[in-house]
């Protein structure tokens, strides 16, 4: 039997739908519209695809967005000062800056410059710091949207043998303390890991977040396991046209597997719908409400 195709539109629509609630709640009762603003350096078309994608969401879970576009060759100290400003902005509850940034740029220093408070992606050093000590944190969206995938498929993660690829801040490692927190079983893999597909073949869940097109194989998962495909690499088609793949080989491992998300349609789609609820949280927590719902 095919695996189940773990419908992440469907799963992020739904998402979208609970937090857009909340808002219209915090707005009606405590007078709140949560506030995103959305930092895109360059004009890497990815990127802006992306954060176009980021502003509408936003805008129709009724929460107010703020695009800032600055050029490729925007020096670290523009780049700095406008984060200082959103930083003291009683509007902006939530700070993203698009990564990866052009070079010259110095990720880690500009994300250190992002109050812990409105860091929505997750990605300061106290709020990863926090995560892995089991405290309350702003988390890194992806990973927070595979776990809510998995807990779509299986009720509680407890117990099971997660194997995740890739060691990325973004997604990796904050994925290993996410699954702590659900009681699983954690292996990290990278590309040092020897051995990778007997690995993955003892695996309930495996989480694939390398950037390598269609590299986890059929046989390389155990029969009924669940995948989550965190990738999302463009590739040549047949048509000569690019086509979008993840990173596991599909049509080989949705014969295998027990449930699968689709690239794309899967984690993607979760990763904005996410970004909505931190947004919501980060909020909340600036104005000292209690933590919302979602
Ligand atoms: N680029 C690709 N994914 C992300 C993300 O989740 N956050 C940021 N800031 N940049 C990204």
């Known amino acids: 039997m095919p695996?189940?195709?773990?419908?992440?539109?469907?799963?992020?629509a739904d998402l979208r739908a609970?937090?857009?609630?909340?808002?219209?709640?915090?707005?009606?009762?405590h007078g709140?519209?949560?506030?995103?603003?959305?930092?895109?350096v360059g004009n890497d078309p990815a990127s802006e695809v992306y954060v176009r994608n980021?502003?509408?969401?936003?805008?129709?879970?009724?929460?107010?967005?703020?695009?800032?576009?600055?050029?490729?060759?925007?020096?670290?100290?523009?780049?700095?000062?406008?984060?200082?400003?959103?930083?003291?902005d009683p509007a902006v509850h939530g700070i993203l800056v698009q990564l990866p940034l052009p070079k010259?740029?110095?990720?880690?220093?500009?994300?250190?410059?992002i109050d812990p408070a409105k860091d929505v992606d997750g990605l300061h050093p106290i709020n990863a710091g926090r995560l892995a000590n089991g405290l309350p944190a702003l988390?890194?969206?992806?990973?927070?949207?595979?776990?809510?995938?998995?807990?779509?498929?299986?009720?509680?993660?407890?117990?099971?043998?997660?194997?995740i690829i890739g060691r990325s801040n973004l997604v990796g490692r904050p994925l290993v303390q996410l699954l702590l927190n659900e009681n699983a079983t954690v292996t990290i893999a990278h590309s040092r890991?020897?051995?990778?597909?007997?690995?993955?073949?003892?695996?309930?869940?495996?989480?694939?977040?390398?950037?390598?097109?269609?590299?986890?194989k059929g046989n390389w998962i155990k029969p009924g396991a669940t995948?989550?495909?965190?990738?999302?690499?463009?590739?040549?088609?047949?048509?000569?046209?690019?086509?979008?793949?993840?990173?596991?080989?599909?049509?080989?491992?949705?014969?295998?597997?027990?449930?699968?998300?689709p690239v794309p349609g899967g984690v993607g789609q979760m990763t904005v719908a996410c970004l909505l609820v931190n947004t919501l949280r980060a909020a909340s927590a600036i104005k000292g409400l209690k933590p919302p719902s979602v």
């Open 193 to 216: 890991t020897r051995d990778l597909a007997d690995i993955c073949k003892r695996a309930d869940l495996v989480l694939a977040a390398v950037g390598q097109p269609e590299m986890v």
């Open 32 to 40: 709140l519209t949560p506030g995103l603003a959305v930092v895109l």
């Open 139 to 163: 988390t890194p969206c992806t990973p927070l949207g595979c776990i809510i995938l998995a807990k779509t498929v299986h009720a509680s993660l407890q117990g099971m043998n997660a194997v």
């Open 227 to 261: 995948v989550i495909d965190v990738g999302i690499n463009r590739i040549p088609g047949a048509d000569g046209k690019n086509k979008l793949v993840g990173d596991v080989a599909y049509q080989e491992v949705l014969g295998v597997a027990g449930a699968i998300t």
């Open 104 to 113: 010259g740029l110095d990720t880690q220093t500009v994300i250190n410059a």
């Open 54 to 88: 980021k502003a509408k969401q936003t805008e129709a879970a009724g929460m107010a967005s703020f695009e800032h576009k600055l050029p490729a060759d925007t020096p670290q100290k523009d780049l700095l000062a406008l984060i200082a400003k959103l930083n003291a």
């Open 3 to 12: 695996a189940k195709i773990i419908d992440g539109k469907v799963i992020a």
């Open 18 to 29: 609970r937090v857009a609630d909340e808002v219209g709640r915090v707005k009606r009762d």
